[in-house]
């Protein structure tokens, strides 16, 4: 199994951009999906996650106004739309797994299983 993200690209600040992540090799409706990101020298951060029909939804506070979570599941594929972007967004974006519902801590990167190997966002001021 694999989860692939695409998406990422050089944009101006208030710019906006729309990540994807397809899977394969998984049945794509039985895993919860979540999206991280980490910037240089900084942690890994859960931005959103949802769950496995579309609910619930989750996305961190600091762009909860900004960015929003989906998936649609005859694609295999997660979306994370972002707008208003700000330099402090830019990372390396990742999609992550977990098989079953979303887990009570939502965010916590232990509980997801399949990683992506990221996709990059870099918002220039």
């Known amino acids: 199994a694999q989860v692939v993200e695409s998406g990422g690209g050089l944009v101006q600040a208030g710019g906006s951009l729309r990540l994807s992540c397809t899977a394969s090799?998984?049945?794509?409706?039985?895993?919860?999906m979540a999206w991280f990101r980490q910037a240089p020298g900084k942690e890994r951060e859960g931005v959103a996650c949802?769950?496995?029909?579309?609910?619930?939804?989750t996305v961190t506070d600091s762009v909860q106004a900004r960015f929003t979570v989906s998936r649609d599941n005859t694609k295999n594929t997660l979306y994370l739309q972002m707008n208003d972007l700000k330099p402090e967004d830019t990372a390396m974006y990742y999609c992550a797994a977990r098989y079953g519902p979303l887990p009570s801590t939502r965010l916590l990167a232990a509980d997801y299983t399949y990683w992506g190997q990221g996709t990059q966002v870099t918002v220039s001021s």
């Open positions: 090799g998984l049945r794509f409706d039985a895993y919860a």
């Open positions: 949802i769950g496995r029909n579309g609910f619930p939804r």
